[in-house]
């Protein structure tokens, strides 16, 4: 099955700087990559994602990158405001019909 | 529409007990999943129903664990006998294609098992 990776597991930043998080996947069938924000008390909920026919995608001040020679897959936050302290999921969806593996998460910490 | 509601939000019961944890999906959302995050293991996809039917449910931890879904507007999830280790948040998600993966998630029900 489906393996998915993500690094860094904590991220702390000053307000206004950029964060990266990296995911990488096992399954090359995989074609769908979506990233998730989960905020403390609440379920996650997707923020932005990404298909295999697309190299790149950016709304405001985020974008996803994906490489899939490389099989793997980034989310870039640019000008990070305090609300944008979250843990972010990764995941991939391939191969099984209707199942998502999510990494282990990345808590984001934006300093002012 | 409200999203995806689940209740309780928060159990606390004794190892033993049973635990029922209930479901209501966004409405025309005909793809349901139950998930469990924990620290240790992050989120663990348990079950999940198409068109209210049990696609999967290998991720189902042991016997304990039993989810239903006896129409399009609620799923419940049961452990009996609920045990320590069972201690967890337990999120619903939905979606009306479960091929794009775009999963809206309730807010969780948080189970402590004294």
């Known amino acids: 099955g489906e393996n998915v990776e993500q690094h860094p597991s904590t991220l702390s930043v000053q307000e206004g700087d950029s964060a990266v998080i990296k995911c990488t996947y096992s399954d090359s069938a995989s074609n769908y990559f979506p990233w998730y924000k989960q905020e403390l008390g609440k379920g996650p909920q997707l923020i932005i994602d990404i298909r295999s026919n697309v190299g790149e995608k950016k709304d405001q001040r985020i974008a996803v990158t994906l490489n899939k020679t490389a099989k793997h897959f980034s989310l870039h936050i640019t000008e990070t405001q305090p609300e944008d302290s979250a843990v972010y999921f990764c995941?991939?969806?391939?191969?099984?019909?209707?199942?998502?593996?999510f990494g282990a998460g990345t808590q984001v910490v934006v300093t002012p | 529409d409200a999203g995806v509601i689940q209740s309780p939000r928060h159990e606390v019961t004794e190892m033993g007990q049973e635990v029922t944890l209930r479901c209501k999906p966004i409405s025309g959302h005909n793809s349901l999943f139950w998930y469990r995050q924990t620290m240790m293991r992050g989120l663990e996809l348990l079950i999940y129903?198409?068109?209210?039917?049990?696609?999967?449910d290998s991720g189902m931890p042991e016997d304990r664990f039993s989810a239903k879904m006896p129409n399009a507007s609620f799923s419940t999830l049961k452990i009996q006998p609920s045990e320590p280790r069972d201690s967890a948040v337990y999120f619903c998600?939905?979606?009306?294609?479960?091929?794009?993966?775009?999963?809206?998630f309730g807010e969780g029900s948080r189970l402590t098992v004294l």
């Open positions: 998600a939905t979606t009306q294609w479960a091929d794009t993966g775009e999963l809206f």
């Open positions: 995941a991939a969806l391939g191969g099984s019909w209707g199942k998502l593996q």
């Open positions: 129903f198409n068109n209210n039917v049990p696609i999967d």
